[in-house]
């Protein structure tokens, strides 16, 4: 099968990518970024690197006439992005799925499209079933602006699914694992792993009493494979993620203990971090029922199990970076 992913040097888009190339299918990644998460893909034959954005129509109408399958995981994303430049996440976001849609819709495609727990919002009734409300702040906060650009991309898969698109529209929860980010930017397990190999104290915003549900890649991979292949999928819109719930706090001492470094843990205001463009949710709880029921899957690695990996992971990358800011 020829599966073609956009964003397919990303963090999920990469391990996305080496999960099809390893089942014997043909991959085609277009992505804009680093090419640093599909080095060791890049000699494989069957693995093809087209460097360029979604925001090209054009190559992506091309793109899609000679895949099967296509996953559209190429988005802006990192709370950092939220804040700083609210324009490049609605632009991309919104424009660049339109482009997708539109090109599978032509050429009668299969589309998985990667939405985002975020579209919930802060919504206090969890867990949140795929029907749930979608609750946020005001426009005036620039943090909703992801949440929204992935909601309003969604309502387009709808609309598409309407016409006959084939679509199926994965909501993940707090994916995390080897590769994620660079250390110290983007979400907080790197935030915190960049402190800890450093033996820093852990930044835990607030009072580090919200929650989030931690999701392992590889679990979050073979749900993303499901996605694609079992036909109940199609139409449908799934969580995916763990439904094991952790605060930031017990996130940070975790990694602390697994570490067995010297770091502690150190609470800082949100506003210091993020100015006042900025509200945090409080808690974030995925109803797995429906991934189960569709795709068979439910996640498997416990919180110790994939930390540890993703730590050990880091470490050698940083080792093998010699100290420089290469991970
Ligand atoms: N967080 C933290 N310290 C940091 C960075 C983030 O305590 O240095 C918190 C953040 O306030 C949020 C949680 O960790 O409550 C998860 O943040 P992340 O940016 O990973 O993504 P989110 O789940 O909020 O989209």
Redesign the pocket.
């Given at each position: 099968m020829k599966v073609l992913i956009t964003g397919g040097a990303g963090f999920v888009g990469s391990h996305l990518a080496e999960a099809f190339v390893a089942r014997g299918d043909e991959v085609t990644a277009l992505d804009t970024g680093s090419q640093a998460k599909v080095r060791h893909l890049l000699g494989h034959p069957r693995f093809h690197l087209v460097v360029d954005s979604v925001m090209n129509a054009e190559i992506l109408d091309g793109l899609a006439a000679k895949a099967d399958l296509i996953y559209h995981l190429a988005g802006v994303v990192?709370?950092e992005h939220y804040v700083a430049d609210p324009y490049h996440v609605l632009n991309v976001n919104v424009n660049g799925t339109q482009h997708v849609l539109r090109a599978a819709y032509k050429h009668g495609r299969r589309l998985v499209f990667s939405s985002t727990?975020?579209v919930y919002g802060r919504n206090p009734d969890v867990p949140w079933g795929e029907d749930a409300d979608r609750v946020l702040g005001s426009t005036s906060i620039d943090r909703w602006c992801y949440s929204t650009s992935k909601a309003a991309s969604e309502h387009f898969c709808l609309a598409y699914r309407r016409l006959g698109l084939p679509v199926t529209i994965l909501r993940y929860f707090?994916v995390y694992g080897p590769r994620l980010d660079q250390l110290d930017v983007?979400?907080?397990?790197t935030?915190?792993l960049g402190q800890l190999l450093r033996g820093e104290p852990?930044?835990?915003?607030?009072d580090?009493t919200?929650t989030?549900c931690f999701t392992y890649i590889d679990d979050a991979i073979r749900a993303t494979i499901a996605a694609g292949l079992v036909r109940e999928a199609e139409g449908q819109v799934l969580n995916i993620g763990t439904d094991q719930e952790t605060s930031?706090r017990r996130?940070?001492e975790l990694m602390i203990e697994l570490g067995g470094g010297r770091s502690t843990v150190r609470l800082?205001p949100?506003e210091r971090?993020y100015g006042d463009s900025y509200e945090?949710?409080p808690r974030?709880i995925p109803d797995v029922t429906r991934m189960h029921r569709t795709l068979g899957v439910l996640a498997r690695t416990p919180l110790e199990e994939g930390l540890a990996r993703t730590i050990a992971w880091f470490r050698g990358a940083k080792a093998a970076a010699g100290q420089s800011d290469g991970v």
């Open positions: 990192g709370v727990s975020e707090n983007g979400r907080v397990i935030i915190f852990l930044t835990v915003i607030g580090g919200q989030r930031i996130l940070a800082v949100q971090v945090d949710v974030r």
